[in-house]
């Protein structure tokens, strides 16, 4: 096959016989100095010599670099010098790339190829567990606590009644003391977190947890008064599902639940973060995000819609982990996005709902990545991808929250994931 010009042809017939072929190959070995694999590319095409092959290529330029060495140019000596090990180098991590979809210890093959049924073997995706590293956090003993959206509340339940250590500092409010659970849950035996915080349903939420319960910056005391069934009763704005019957009720509640949740952040060594939405609804005089869309009340006039970034996220995660961390050093997250899709969306004059769901669980999971990336202490939990990737029918009447045997298999994940033998 002849040659065209201003062609590079990898793989061809002649080898890396041609010299465009050959030069890009040497500014990838000399990647870190690609002029310099300019002249050792120059160099061989002047010697004549064959390069049938790769093998061929980098014993040349092995030994171009080692004759340029010794060249009188100092300073391109020196050039030669800092890539003396390039071909071998090239060699060495080359072999390894060629093995990025070949099956390994550690790495089976229904890791790397997506599951096809029609394939020999056949796999399917609903009898995937989708993880690679087992990563053993947590066993019978290990005190444990969750916070995010109804999603982290159904996995806190099968926590507690599977028997785990799961950290309990304030219990349920049950209407004593003027305090109450908005729509409490039929099995008085479980809580829905570790304190009643009530659901967080962005990243700001967790950061704010903290920042009020250890002190980290002053909040306004505030309540929003709702009505529902021809009642009337308080809420505040950062504590989503607790009802006030009173301003006097809500007063005296505050620095004991407050307690509780310095309590609980402080005992738990495993903690699970379920990431919600990336919008949300900012108070206009402070900055501070409520716990979710203000749904009709008064806030509506003190309050703006927000759209979190990657970055946004992951920074109040981070700051959440450091707040705590000062308080509690064996303090361990393992994050997860919820799988629950948006009720509503801020955004429906430029996004559809279905639309705007899609990218907020690409940025969450994007930030989760990045969260876990940086810090050693975090681990990330594939229950969005189990959930929405896996399982045949996962999905309540409503279409947007998990049947009971959707928790049992996430929770069968986390077992396999992180639980001691």
């Known amino acids: 096959m002849s040659a065209v010009p201003d062609i590079a042809l990898l793989g061809g017939d002649d080898g890396w016989s041609d010299p465009a072929a050959r ?24 010697s ?138 039929p099995d008085k035996s479980v809580t829905d977190f570790c304190a009643a915080w009530g659901l967080l349903f962005n990243s700001p939420g967790f950061r704010q947890l903290a920042e009020r319960a250890f002190d980290e910056r002053p909040f306004e005391r505030m309540l929003v008064k709702m009505t529902a069934g021809g009642q009337s009763y308080w809420c505040d704005p950062y504590r989503e599902g607790v009802a006030f019957y009173s301003p006097g009720a809500f007063a005296a509640d505050y620095e004991r639940h407050l307690s509780a949740v310095r309590d609980a952040l402080s005992a738990t060594k495993v903690f699970i973060v379920t990431l919600g939405l990336n919008e949300c ?53 393992i994050v997860s996005v919820s799988p629950i899709p948006f009720l509503a969306t801020t955004r429906a004059a430029e996004r559809h709902v279905v639309e705007a769901n899609t990218h907020s669980k690409a940025v969450l999971r994007v930030a989760a990545e990045e969260i876990v990336a940086a810090d050693p202490q975090a681990y990330y939990f594939p229950s969005y991808e189990l959930v929405t990737g896996c399982l045949d029918a996962p999905w309540d009447v409503d279409l947007r929250h998990v049947k009971p045997e959707t928790v049992a298999q996430v929770m069968e994940l986390f077992d396999a994931m992180f639980v001691a033998e």
């Not at 590319?41 to 002047?46: D, L, N, T, Y």
């Not at 790339?97 to 229904?110: D, I, N, S």
């Open 23 to 46: 030069r890009l190959l040497l500014r990838a070995v000399f990647a870190a100095d690609p002029d310099l694999g300019d002249l050792v590319a120059e160099e061989i095409r002047r």
């Open 48 to 185: 004549g010599r064959s390069t049938p092959d790769l093998g061929a290529v980098l014993t040349l330029a092995h030994q171009a670099v080692q004759a340029g060495r010794r060249v009188e140019d100092a300073s391109l000596a020196a050039r030669f010098a800092a890539q003396a090990d390039a071909p071998q180098r090239f060699m060495a991590e080359g072999r390894t790339t060629a093995k990025t979809y070949e099956p390994a210890p550690g790495k089976p093959a229904e890791a790397i190829f997506w599951p096809n049924p029609k394939r020999d073997p056949a796999q399917s995706l609903a009898a995937l567990k989708p993880f690679v590293t087992r990563t053993p956090l947590v066993d019978a003993a290990t005190p444990i606590g969750s916070a995010g959206s109804c999603f982290a509340f159904e996995i806190s339940h099968a926590f507690q009644r599977r028997g785990f250590n799961y950290v309990v500092t304030e219990n349920q409010p049950d209407g004593a003391n003027g305090v109450h659970s908005e729509g409490g849950r």
């Open 281 to 333: 609804w900012r108070l206009l005089h402070d900055g501070t995000v409520l716990s979710r869309n203000p749904r009709g009340f008064s806030s509506y006039l003190t309050a703006r819609p927000d759209v979190l970034t990657v970055q946004q996220n992951v920074e109040d995660i981070r700051r959440f982990a450091e707040i705590v961390r000062a308080h509690n050093p064996d303090f361990t997250l």
